[in-house]
């Protein structure tokens, strides 16, 4: 596995290093103040390629490096990256930033780590709130590379903005790393990601993205850390190889997370607009939410939960995407299950078959569950404690999803 990512990622470098930086205004997006954007708007041709969901983290540390390593969906060329300050509570600087392709740990292949700018501009000041998008960082990148963002703060501090559960090893450092490829200072191995949530690409004409709204199981709880199991990977390798005009994968889980409330993240509600429909590219919203609305006991009726798909779809719809539905899996021998919470996935998952609402439907439910006990998950795809899939179970799901489901039309809003 890591000898085949090595492949790619000289491969990677020797197409990433061609081209000069080029400079951008900075602009600021007045459509929603609460998430204002620093940078050039993103290019109509341009996909997420990559994306994690922001959520508060502990006090930022000033000084700090990160080298983040993630690993691309989509092929294309003039790189970008989005660094967020949405949980900040004052401005944050980053006076470095730079893009690479990981060789082993936290070394970079040679000649790969490339500055990055901010119109024009080695460093950014993103306000509480905020986003900022890198200049365009001109070569192509191919598709599922193993891209390694590094970026410093002088001045960090207060709630630092990032995603908590990566199921992938990056690193950190003390003092300003951030140009060198060796590891050698890159001592610190850490398991989330820190300020970055966004990698896009301007990939070939005519192709879009899919972005997955989920909960921990979509984030990939129980998965094979380092190895890119989670089902959106899955997924994403699928349409490499598919003849589908969707390429680009986001996955927007938050371990923990809900629909209708606030706790492990931000409601899906309240944050689809940010992790979601700002995205670059978006042909198609993949909805995989509920089990932890259901199970946390709050008093959640099934209507309660219908009530939440409907906005979302509405929601997505205005926006001119589409939206796929996809059934709550079984979760018996969890400790939060009993039979009322069952009658209540059950009556969801009536609703999100046959409602018509959503432009098509993926029955994970229907995947995931035992023939002899449909309450319970199967064993093989059991992950190990009966609410979250491993990783054969990951993969059952991706293969469930029909390919061109993702690529339909969007329907006019108001429709």
Not at 133 to 155: F, K
């Given at each position: 596995m890591r000898a085949r990512f090595a492949r790619a990622g000289r491969l990677g470098a020797l197409l990433l290093l061609a081209g000069a930086v080029q400079a951008t205004p900075v602009q600021a997006s007045d459509d929603h103040p609460e998430f204002a954007v620093l940078g050039a708007p993103a290019d109509h041709r341009e996909i997420v390629t990559w994306g994690a969901s922001a959520d508060r983290m502990d006090n930022a540390v000033a000084d700090r490096g990160y080298r983040l390593v993630v690993h691309t969906s989509a092929a294309g060329s003039d790189l970008r990256i989005r660094l967020s300050n949405a949980f900040g509570d004052r401005p944050v600087t980053f006076d470095s930033a730079y893009a690479g392709i990981q060789q082993d740990g936290a070394a970079l292949v040679p000649g790969s780590n490339r500055r990055l700018t901010f119109a024009g501009a080695r460093s950014v000041t993103v306000p509480a709130g905020a986003t900022a998008?890198?200049?365009?960082?001109?070569?192509?990148?191919?598709?599922?590379?193993?891209?390694?963002?590094?970026?410093?703060?002088?001045?960090a501090a207060g709630p630092a903005t990032g995603h908590w559960m990566a199921m992938q090893t990056s690193y950190a450092t003390e003092g300003d790393h951030t140009a060198e490829e060796s590891a050698a200072n890159w001592t610190e191995p850490i398991g989330s990601w820190f300020y970055l949530d966004a990698v896009a690409v301007r990939p070939p004409a005519g192709t879009g993205a899919v972005v997955a709204l989920g909960d921990s199981i979509t984030d990939g709880w129980q998965s094979t850390t380092d190895l890119d199991r989670r089902w959106p990977d899955y997924l994403a390798r699928r349409l490499q190889s598919a003849g589908t005009h969707v390429k680009g994968v986001a996955n927007e889980g938050i371990s923990g997370n809900k629909v209708l409330a606030d706790g492990g993240g931000q409601s899906a509600l309240k944050r689809l607009q940010r992790d979601v429909l700002s995205q670059p590219g978006v042909r198609t919203v993949f909805l995989f939410e509920g089990v932890n609305d259901i199970?946390?006991?709050?008093?959640?009726?099934?209507?309660?939960?219908?009530?939440?798909?409907?906005?979302?779809?509405?929601?997505?719809?205005?926006?001119?995407?589409?939206?796929?539905?996809?059934?709550?899996?079984?979760?018996?021998?969890?400790?939060e299950w009993d039979q009322a919470g069952e009658t209540v996935r059950q009556e969801v998952n009536e609703f999100i078959r046959d409602s018509g609402e959503f432009d098509a439907v993926t029955d994970f439910d229907h995947i995931l569950r035992s023939p002899y006990d449909p309450e319970r998950m199967l064993p093989v795809f059991d992950g190990g404690d009966h609410l979250h899939p491993g990783d054969k179970g990951m993969q059952a799901m991706a293969d469930a999803v029909d390919l061109k489901s993702l690529d339909c039309a969007a329907p006019h809003p108001g429709d």
């Open positions: 998008l890198s200049d365009p960082l001109p070569g192509r990148l191919p598709a599922a590379s193993n891209l390694v963002v590094s970026i410093h703060s002088p001045d199970k946390a006991h709050t008093g959640v009726t099934a209507q309660d939960l219908i009530a939440g798909y409907r906005e979302v779809a509405e929601r997505v719809h205005a926006a001119g995407k589409c939206v796929v539905g996809a059934t709550v899996a079984p979760f018996k021998g969890w400790s």
